[in-house]
């Protein structure tokens, strides 16, 4: 008898520690203790709702409450994606619920209502298609005693279809993200975190729509640092800059009989099934460094908070976000990634090569843009044939133009405009955890996205020491950052450098390797070479304009010729309006229009007229008379006066 309520006092003590229960005014949750750390694990809590019907692609509802307690261990809730089977798309594969929209917590134990922790919040990646806040497990992060956030949002067409329509206004995946964003800042307290520390973290996509989160104006006092890892709200895949001509192409792989008619496209989306949408969404590998369906401008239409209504760029240059701490960076060879086409695509570069520039660059002509091929085969590739032996040469190309230069032109920007710290890394460690690829013989470098995975454990497994290191390295560095804005406040045996803030003048950086070291001038030579053509040449991205559908000629409606409809619709931004336009004048309106938006807004006289180039459809008028150019011209008169942008072949800071 004594034995047995002995037992049962220690079952219920058990209990009573193992798990941890919130209430909030919606519904309790509750969370179990990790079996192997300090820390509660809540899984799947419902942070909003997905809208659904004709209202799928619109901004998410408020959470619906519940009764009774909810026990939060629901690791397998993700967003509609479908998987294929192979390469050749063969079989095809839906995954995903319409309700998805929830988010994963990790709690320490310390965390409580009278004692809030600090707060980093992920944004996970998949090429706007894929992916999901399960993707990973944050131990190796929450062990650090912070309290760490990952969520779904929606993916493909549901997320980011943008046809600027009242029903398809687009950013669907953004609005989700500001939800989670909101119901942290509302609710986070009541698990012990600290909703006026929040630090907002991604990788890949995931760090682009980061940035763009923190340079929007909804997200004002919702983020208090910024962790980007391998991408920027400036990378070329980072927004789309024709959603409306994506949206029609990849709607006509599933079946859209393209009309040219807005109202059709629209209505097609919203019949079309989850697996017609998810299938139709698949985009990882596109020659000009985009995915297709991303977020967009938005041309704001009734009823809808837009997040975002001008080019990231303009946002920087008029300083006009709100300035918060940033620790950003890339992995040395971020390019390996794009080595899964390099088969196909080494060879198609040497007769094609205007394909595989970033989509991010619209030429004023076809003689400024061959010069620049030339310039590159120069640089990347010694001039010579692009062939199996020219692999590094064609990592560096995608390493540099689809990840390093937005990233680096970011950091520079931040530490141009802002008074508060930024931190600068470039990781190039190699481990068990790193991406395996078909070149591990022959090249030893870190990969797209690498050092998140000494972040966050993406269910591997190492048993090295070294790997372990690093691990502890940079989650103490990154949890440091998150709760004193310095990532190496505190030394250590494993962290014995101080990494210094990065500035313009001194260009200080982090290089995280199998040991660390503080190091100058990171890709100074690559980004001058870079920033040469993207200051003449950037395509700001415009407000999405829902009349620059793209119609069928009505001679040749066969489906190939569809398909092929937008492919070169980019290149040349003087081209006068395409034949049977739905409307000529609109159109050459929008190409005059986007033509000026190109002109190096470093060299318009005021801001005031750059906005009204730039910004056509935007109507809320900021008054802004601050000139940004001269300490933007020093900044890049102190780039450019260093270095020779064609001068021979630089191995990306190996
Ligand atoms: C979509 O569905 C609505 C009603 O459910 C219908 O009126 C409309 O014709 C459909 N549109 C298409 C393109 O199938
Ligand atoms: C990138 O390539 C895709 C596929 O060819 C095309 O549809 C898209 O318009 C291109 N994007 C840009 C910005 O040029
Ligand atoms: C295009 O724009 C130019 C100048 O803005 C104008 O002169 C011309 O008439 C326009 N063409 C059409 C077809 O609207």
């Not at 918060?324 to 390996?336: C, D, R, S």
Request: proline share 4%.
């Amino acid at each position: 008898m004594f034995r047995q309520i002995l037992f049962l006092v220690l079952v219920v003590n058990v209990l009573a520690e193992d798990y941890k229960v919130v209430r909030l005014d919606v519904g309790s949750v509750r969370g179990e203790k990790y079996w192997a750390g300090d820390f509660y694990e809540f899984y799947g809590v419902p942070y909003a709702t997905a809208p659904k019907g004709r209202d799928k692609f619109k901004a998410p509802l408020p959470v619906q409450p519940w009764e009774g307690i909810m026990d939060a261990n629901i690791r397998h809730n993700v967003c509609e994606q479908v998987y294929l089977t192979d390469d050749d798309d063969d079989e095809i594969i839906l995954d995903g619920v319409e309700d998805c929209l929830t988010m994963n917590l990790f709690v320490p134990t310390i965390a409580n209502e009278n004692n809030l922790v600090p707060v980093l919040v992920y944004i996970h990646s998949g090429a706007f298609s894929g992916g999901s806040g399960n993707m990973g497990k944050f131990n190796y992060l929450a062990r650090h005693d912070v309290l760490v956030i990952s969520f779904n949002y929606r993916l493909g067409f549901k997320g980011f279809a943008c046809l600027g329509t009242e029903e398809i206004p687009g950013n669907a995946a953004l609005k989700d993200q500001l939800a989670a964003l909101r119901f942290i800042n509302k609710y986070i307290s009541k698990f012990g975190g600290d909703p006026n520390d929040v630090t907002l973290a991604g990788f890949s996509v995931g760090a682009s729509m980061a940035e763009l989160l923190a340079l929007s104006k909804t997200t004002k006092g919702l983020i208090h640092k910024l962790i980007l890892e391998s991408g920027s709200a400036l990378s070329p895949f980072a927004i789309n800059r024709d959603p409306v001509n994506s949206a029609t192409n990849l709607a006509i792989s599933v079946g859209f009989k393209n009309t040219g008619k807005i109202e059709d496209l629209t209505e097609f989306l919203l019949n079309a099934t989850a697996m017609d949408l998810a299938a139709g969404s698949k985009n990882f590998f596109l020659k000009n460094s985009t995915f297709g369906l991303s977020p967009c401008i938005e041309n704001v239409v009734k009823n809808s908070e837009a997040i975002l209504t001008e080019s990231p760029l303009i946002t920087f240059h008029k300083s006009d976000y709100e300035k918060i701490p940033v620790l950003t960076g890339f992995a040395n060879m971020e390019g390996i990634s794009r080595t899964i086409r390099f088969a196909d695509w080494s060879e198609m570069m040497n007769d094609h090569f205007a394909e595989f520039l970033p989509g991010d660059l619209a030429f004023d002509s076809d003689k400024s843009r061959d010069d620049f091929i030339n310039d590159v085969k120069k640089y990347y590739f010694k001039n010579e044939e692009i062939t199996h032996d020219s692999v590094e040469g064609y990592i560096d190309y995608f390493s540099d133009s689809m990840f390093k230069y937005a990233i680096m032109k970011s950091a520079k920007m931040h530490a141009l405009k802002s008074t508060r710290p930024v931190y600068l890394y470039e990781f190039s460690y190699v481990g068990k955890l790193s991406f395996k690829h078909g070149f591990m013989a022959r090249i030893k470098g870190a990969s797209h996205r690498d050092q998140t995975s000494y972040l966050i454990d993406f269910y591997d497994f190492t048993d090295s020491l070294a790997d372990m290191d690093t691990r502890d390295r940079m989650t103490a560095m990154w949890t440091d950052f998150v709760k004193f804005e310095n990532p190496t406040a505190y030394e250590s045996l494993l962290i014995d450098v101080q990494w210094p803030k990065y500035t313009n003048k001194e260009q200080k950086y982090l290089q995280i390797s199998d040991n660390l070291r503080v190091k100058k001038d990171l890709f100074e030579n690559q980004y001058s070479f870079w920033d040469n053509v993207y200051e003449k040449f950037y395509w700001h991205p415009m407000p999405v304009d829902k009349k620059s559908m793209v119609v069928p000629e009505k001679t040749n409606v066969n489906e190939e010729k569809q398909k092929t409809v937008n492919e070169d619709k980019k290149p040349d931004v003087n081209e006068p309006p395409k034949k049977g336009t739905r409307d000529d004048k609109e159109n050459n309106e929008s190409e005059t229009a986007k033509k000026s938006a190109n002109e190096d807004i470093k060299k318009t006289e005021t801001v005031d007229k750059k906005k009204s180039v730039n910004e056509p459809n935007v109507k809320s008028g900021t008054d802004d008379k601050k000139k940004p150019v001269p300490e933007e011209k020093k900044l890049n008169e102190k780039e450019t006066s260093q270095k020779n942008p064609s001068s021979s072949k630089e191995t990306t800071g190996k």
